[in-house]
């Protein structure tokens, strides 16, 4: 039945098909990825949008007691909190990769004394922000374009649900690793182990995005090789619950395959 299915999610058909029916094969099988045959990822590729509206929304609640963002990292606050308690008096500095929208900024920024949050997306989301910034009069927030641009020392480097989404991420990493930072983290991200198979996979999202996208399927052992290689350790690793009302029973040749929460650290020269 799965392979059945996999061909027809793969398809030109699905594609065509209204996206309620799309989003009722997708509750009912429970399938969010599918294989595909592409080596890389396809131009154009970004499985969100940004606004005003949603933004502005966001910022009107940062006074709300209760609010608390989508957040792919459930224990973000946590960590920064705990690291705020042993760096005291001092701003506690955080790169988001692929930030998207402004809610990680609001969170954190109501918790964090000394917060600088540093926006880093598409060109035209980092334009957009910038006004947003200006318009809103936001503090304890920057956007960098160039990330060569930034020359101090980065606490912690975020990728949420982020980096498995960027064509030729090993690149990106390789820039993102030559920064003065100490921590790494990538959340909510596809990792999977293969005696079959030894490389990134190209992974075709059937979920209920507004577009179809597509994501690389990690190969696990190659990566923590390959931040090895970069000089971080890797110090924590966790399933990131999300992922409970997935399932990958059309994925027959691989094991270890879970969205991941993994932390690195960089090794002292």
């Not at 509206?53 to 608390?68: G, P, R, T, V």
């Not at 990538?186 to 005696?195: A, C, G």
């Not at 179809?212 to 924590?236: P, T, V």
Request: aromatic share 18%; charged share 25%; with cysteine.
């Amino acid at each position: 039945m799965y392979i059945l299915l996999n061909k027809f999610l793969n398809s030109n058909l699905f594609e065509k098909i209204p996206k309620y029916f799309a989003r009722r094969i997708f509750k009912i099988f429970k399938i969010f990825f599918v294989e595909t045959n592409l080596k890389s990822l396809p131009e154009n590729n970004h499985p969100t949008k940004i606004d005003e509206e949603a933004q502005l929304e966001i910022i009107n609640n940062q006074k709300d007691k209760f609010y608390k963002p989508f957040s792919t990292c459930s224990f973000l606050l946590e960590i920064m909190t705990l690291y705020q308690s042993i760096e005291k008096n001092r701003k506690i500095k955080i790169l988001d990769f692929g930030a998207n929208n402004i809610d990680n900024y609001i969170y954190l920024n109501r918790y964090i004394k000394n917060l600088e949050y540093i926006y880093h997306d598409l060109p035209a989301y980092n334009s957009f922000i910038k006004n947003l910034i200006i318009k809103n009069k936001l503090s304890n927030i920057k956007v960098f374009d160039n990330l060569k641009e930034l020359n101090y020392e980065i606490d912690f480097i975020f990728f949420g649900s982020s980096i498995h989404y960027v064509n030729n991420y090993k690149e990106t990493l390789k820039k993102i690793c030559s920064i003065n930072n100490k921590y790494i983290i990538f959340s909510h991200t596809p990792f999977y182990i293969s005696d079959r198979i030894d490389a990134d996979i190209v992974i075709k999202q059937v979920n209920i995005h507004p577009i179809i996208n597509y994501a690389y399927l990690i190969e696990y052992r190659k990566f923590i090789n390959f931040m090895k290689e970069n000089n971080y350790r890797l110090i924590s690793q966790n399933k990131n619950n999300l992922i409970k009302f997935l399932n990958f029973k059309n994925f027959k040749d691989y094991s270890f395959l879970n969205f991941l929460d993994l932390i690195f650290i960089k090794e002292k020269i």
